[in-house]
Structure formats: C-alpha cells, structure tokens
C-alpha cells in the first residue's frame, strides 16, 4: 500500500531533550516536506526537500533541523526542544515537486513540557 | 497579512446545499492545492490546479490566475463532506515552497 509513515503518533517530552521524528515514503516520490499546524494559522511548512541531500527552509525552520540521506526518508530532528515547538506535525511527500499531489503522512502530536 | 485566504472561516450547511469555498492570493503561483482535513486530523488531497477547472464526483474546483482566486464546490453535500478544506499555493519566484490558507470548516447537517 502506497503510503507515509511518520512515528512515533504522540510524544510527550521535557525542555531541552533531543528528539527525531520519523518520515518515510513508499512512493520513490522525491519531493518530502513537514508542516507544523497550530490553531488559527492553520499548516506551516518547516522545510523540505527536492531529493537526497538537497533540502531548503520553509517559512518556520527556526529549531528545527532535517536530513535526506536516503530518498525514501526525511526525519525531522528538534535539537532542543521548547513548549512553542508543541504542535501538531505533519510529513508529505509527491512526485517531482508541489506541482503535484501531495501525500500526507498521519500526523505527529507533539508536546514539549 | 496571510499570502493566502480562504473565506468563509466556517460553514455550516443543510444536506443537499451547494456548497462554495473561496481562496484568494496575493502572489504569482505555479500550483493551487485545495486539501480535505478529516475530523479525525488525515489529510487527503483534492485537486491540484494551474488553471482551469477539475472536477471529481461531486467536488469541482475552479481557478482564476488573472483574479488571484480560486473555488471548491460542492454539489448535493452530505454530512461526509464534513471536514476542513485547506487552500496552499506554490509560488511562481524560484522556491518550491507551499503557503497555506488556515481552512474552512464545513459542517453538513443531515
């Protein structure tokens, strides 16, 4: 079944304490990005990536860091986590670029405490 | 200002209405999503447009690059349809990014 994972679903963390969220396509897609979403401003794109090694901020990057190492992955990586981080987090992914369909993994909630 | 907005913030509508969401934009764009939100928070996309008109079943959505506007309509709604519906634009200046409206909320009372 074509689809995006994302885990872990839920995490509840402390100030501070390193964390990584997990992407991965089963497409071959090369465009990956995440979003965060916040109520009243809607979806946010943090960064994304046009394909291995080649990724670029989007309109929230501050705190957060990504890799693409392998096409299929795009974790996400809070360093340092701070409770304006708590949001609720979304990876997609689509051929080529936003021009087409995008591809919406189930979601994260996060909680920074 | 937001880059993109979509009106109304909130719908509420009796079965069978025709229903109409708008989104306006303020740049240049390559590609205008419109993006079904599911109660249960699953995001599933609609229609990806450049110009023109897409229709799927019941679902049609239209788009203006002159006016900077695009619709999502409805036909013969049905308490399933209830969800919120996102706009997002890609930009037409070099970047790949993808800018969002913060939704519609519509709710089909049978």
């Known amino acids: 079944e074509a689809q995006v994972t994302q885990n872990p679903r839920y995490l509840i963390t402390v100030t501070g304490k390193k964390l990584t969220v997990t992407c991965s396509q089963n497409m071959n897609h090369e465009y990956m990005s995440w979003y965060r979403q916040d109520p009243g401003l809607g979806l946010r794109q943090i960064y994304y990536s046009m394909n291995v090694e080649v990724t670029d901020k989007g309109d929230v990057p501050e705190g957060y860091k990504v890799s693409r190492k392998e096409k299929r992955n795009f974790p996400l990586i809070l360093e340092s986590p701070s409770p304006n981080q708590t949001s609720l987090y979304f990876c997609a992914s689509s051929w080529g670029s936003f021009y087409n369909e995008q591809f919406f993994g189930p979601g994260t909630r996060l909680t920074v405490l | 200002k937001n880059e993109v907005e979509q009106s109304p913030q909130n719908l509420t509508a009796q079965e069978g209405e025709f229903i109409t969401i708008n989104c306006s934009y303020s740049?240049?764009?390559?590609?205008l999503h419109w993006l079904q939100q599911h109660p249960g928070g699953g995001i599933v996309s609609l229609f990806m447009?450049?110009?023109g008109k897409k229709k799927h079943g019941r679902l049609i959505a239209t788009i203006n690059i002159q006016e900077k506007h695009s619709s999502l309509h409805i036909t013969a709604s049905h308490p399933r349809d209830s969800a919120v519906y996102i706009c997002a634009v890609g930009a037409n200046f070099g970047n790949e990014k993808l800018t969002f409206g913060t939704g519609t909320r519509l709710t089909i009372i049978p």
């Open positions: 447009l450049s110009s």
């Open positions: 740049v240049g764009i390559s590609a």
